[in-house]
């Protein structure tokens, strides 16, 4: 009888949760094809923060490259330096995204400010970017990356 009522209760409790999850996020608004690039940009720099480049390589198609370096090779680049740098700081600015059907192209500004030991003097990297986006099942990923650092 004990163990009945446990399973019962427990059922309760995980449709009332599903149940909010399912209210909260019906009440949502749907973002738009131009909202969810930002959104996912967004993502992708609070990732870079966080040095997690299982989540930066969520956004990327399986074919994706930058500057002749595919999409395998990246990651590994990027694990690199994740684990080589401190308190990075990113930050996008001056953000377009223009949305043609299933395709889409945003450009903007970045900086990087990172730290190789906890006092050191932060090491700043500024540089303009495309990304080009494809919309596949629903979601975008970016197939493809250009530019890079403005050297003065």
Known sequence: ???FRQLVLSLGIVLLVC???WAWRSSQPTLSDKEQIIANIEAIRVAVQEGSVSRIASFLDKDFTWSGTDKEELLKIMQGAFM???AVVANVTALRVEVNKNNAVATGKYSLAMRPAPKARP???L???????EKRDGEWL???ADGGENKE
């Open 127 to 133: 540089g303009n970017f495309t990304l080009y986006f």
């Open 123 to 125: 090491e700043v990297h």
């Open 1 to 3: 009888m004990f163990r």
């Open 19 to 21: 149940g909010g999850w």
């Open 84 to 86: 080589r740098w401190r």
């Open 142 to 144: 970016i197939t493809r």
